[in-house]
């Protein structure tokens, strides 16, 4: 049976045998590749291997499982497939040698501050105090 490498942000790696059972991917501690990611299902998705085929499957997740963008409910996987679950994206690769899979964390994209003349703005609110008008008559 083929391995796949679970190549985490730290930088440490997991191989895990696949085979017709998929590797559950998921919030939960006891998932095989575990993601924490508050957009992901405690048991979101699964990457099975059968047929000579490493396979995507969604187990019903709240905020689905998308293979290049689109949609999946389940789908064959193939080197340089980006896999977004939550706001989580991870890249499967398969070696040329071996044939197991690499599945790594994409970096995430974080937006960066506008700035207002060169200067970042404050996210703080503030509360001012306002005069109300005497009504007429009072």
Known sequence: MPSLIHRQPDGTERVLTVGAKPLIIGRLVESEIQIRDSFISRVHAGIGYANNQFTLKDFGSANGTYR???????C??????????????????IESMAGNGILRHAPQMVQPSRTVGGIAPDNRQMTVPIQVPPAPGS
């Open 68 to 74: 290049n963008g689109a949609r999946v409910f389940e």
């Open 76 to 93: 064959p996987l193939a080197s340089g497939d980006k896999i977004q679950v939550g706001n989580t994206t991870l890249i499967f690769e």
